[in-house]
């Protein structure tokens, strides 16, 4: 008897419960639009690439998916990038710099946050250098700046146009001057691109400020910028309390700086792929796409008369002399 109640409680009833009770629902399976503040079901909003489509609003797409949605097929090859020096400083303030890395590295497939991938976009071999917004806000440390270079020099072998798609909150302050240099260093990587006589695009997404957009950001032969992105240097808060000022509505928004000739231009993120393809071709290919025919040269006057044929004259009448008419005879012709 007790080994059928042991039995019952052990393997039955559990069995049991196991049917009727609930099932715990992930807490992921519903994001909350921060602009418009709509539930969208996590499916739909990765259909639309993290794009809502109640308000249109862009939220923040992830460096794997983005890369996915502009290479040919979903198909690319990340390039593994040399190993920064950690910690240079031994930072602390309420966690050990270290232990932070440590903490983003092990939530991210990267081991910073910039990702250089290469591969095909429209046919065309493409380098794009992306930033993971999640690993530590996108910061630029000395690993970031080494991305940028190994980016660009990528680009001048494989003679590739150079896409950088920064996200980032500016240079990563843990790390000190040697962030701050990273600057210069991204600077120098995105001249280098140029004085190869190849296509440096840059496509701004939310957000783009502090060093960031103080350095390579900003020095795209074309800048392309998502919709309502953050685009900057200091905050938009600092700024006012610096200068006293209200500050226009939009400002450091990516439709503000359009209008003020910073950016070239705004594009939708379903419609950036072939933006980019259109504008690589037209860089690429600068000879027409078709042969070019000679428009046929008006017919003067003077030159149709020329070539008309001489049969086409109309032959003159005849008309009888007048000794025939008085003689009653046919002239003769």
């Not at 039955?12 to 715990?24: D, F, G, T, Y």
């Not at 594009?267 to 290919?285: A, P, S, W």
């Not at 009888?320 to 005879?329: L, V």
Request: proline letters at 7%.
């Amino acid at each position: 008897m007790n080994g059928e109640m042991s039995w019952l409680d052990n393997f039955v009833r559990p069995k049991i419960r196991a049917l009727v009770s609930k099932k715990e629902l992930p807490d992921n399976l519903w994001r909350k639009c921060p602009n418009c503040g709509q539930m969208i079901f996590h499916r739909e909003l990765e259909h639309n690439l993290s794009v809502c489509h109640y308000c249109k609003h862009h939220m923040r797409l992830g460096v794997t998916r983005r890369l996915e949605v502009l290479f040919d097929d979903g198909e690319y090859r990340v390039i593994e990038l040399p190993e920064a020096v950690h910690d240079p400083l031994r930072f602390r303030d309420r966690k050990r710099y270290s232990d932070r890395l440590k903490q983003a590295q092990s939530g991210s497939t990267a081991s910073d946050a910039a990702v250089v991938a290469h591969g095909r976009m429209g046919g065309m071999d493409v380098v794009v250098a992306a930033f993971d917004f999640s690993f530590m806000g996108g910061s630029m440390g000395v690993a970031v700046g080494e991305a940028l270079v190994r980016a660009s020099r990528l680009a001048v072998v494989q003679e590739a146009p150079l896409i950088v798609i920064p996200a980032s909150g500016g240079a990563r302050m843990q790390e000190g001057i040697l962030s701050l240099m990273q600057m210069p260093r991204t600077v120098i990587a995105a001249e280098e691109v140029k004085e190869a006589g190849l296509p440096y695009i840059a496509v701004l997404t939310d957000p783009t400020t502090g060093g960031v957009s103080a350095s390579f950001a900003m020095l795209g032969d074309i800048a392309i910028a998502e919709p309502q992105a953050v685009i900057g240097f200091a905050g938009a808060r600092v700024i006012q309390d610096t200068i006293r000022e209200k500050l226009p509505e939009g400002f450091q928004r990516s439709e503000y700086l359009l209008e003020h000739g910073m950016v070239d231009m705004v594009v939708q993120r379903d419609e950036l792929r072939d933006t980019l393809i259109r504008i690589l071709r037209l860089l690429r290919n600068p000879t027409p796409a078709a042969e070019v025919v000679a428009l046929p040269q008006p017919e003067t006057e003077d030159a149709a008369q020329e070539e008309a044929p001489a049969s086409a004259e109309p032959e003159p009448e005849a008309r009888p002399s007048a000794e025939a008419a008085d003689e009653g005879t046919p002239a003769q012709p």
